[in-house]
């Protein structure tokens, strides 16, 4: 006769690890759509070039 804790406990374990391999894809996803971001488009990070590089003083008179 089969036990049957053993095959419950089983299905758990295998449960968990799809769920492991779920989310470890999901955050990979999230990951790698952050550096396309922020490596490849670069749209916050604009190249400055010449007189952009330099602070312009502003003043209230």
Excluded: C, T
Aim: hydrophobic residues 40%; without cysteine.
């Amino acid at each position: 006769m089969r036990n049957f804790s053993q095959s419950a406990r089983h299905d758990q374990d295998d449960a968990r690890k799809y769920q492991f391999i779920f989310m470890a894809i999901g955050v990979a996803i999230i990951a790698g759509g952050l550096w396309w971001l922020y490596e490849v488009e670069r749209p916050y990070h604009p190249i400055l070039q010449g007189n952009d590089l330099h602070m312009q003083p502003v003043s209230d008179s």
